[in-house]
Nanobody
């Protein structure tokens, strides 16, 4: 089992920045990749960014050049730096860990971008 706890969401003006954190605990050895997804009101959850155990990073086209995913292995934490935020980035952002046993999810953190 893997437990994920997100933090760092909030309210920010358009063009502003936030940094989200996702701290993992439990069976860390089983994690193959970690990433972020988001779900806006009335919309399906969508992929944002992911980083694999080997360090390969992928981003959704909508966030390339604005968001940066990184990790601190010593802290078992993955970060998502959100820059140049737009109102359409408003969503609940959830951390995901892909493991040998399947996917685990955090509780989510709200990001609201005002225009």
């Amino acid at each position: 089992q893997v437990q994920l706890v997100e933090s760092g969401g909030g309210l920010v003006q358009s063009g502003g920045s936030l940094r989200l954190s996702c701290a993992a605990s439990g069976s860390i050895f089983s994690i193959n990749h970690m990433g972020w997804y988001r779900q806006a009101p009335g919309k399906q959850r969508e992929f944002v960014a992911t980083i694999t155990r080997g360090g390969t990073i992928n981003y959704a086209d909508s966030v390339k050049g604005r968001f940066t995913i990184s990790r601190d292995n010593a802290k078992n934490t993955v970060y998502l730096q959100l820059n140049s935020l737009k109102p359409e980035d408003t969503a609940v952002y959830s951390c995901n860990a892909g493991t040998f046993w399947g996917d685990f999810w955090g509780q989510g953190t709200q990001v609201t971008v005002s225009s």
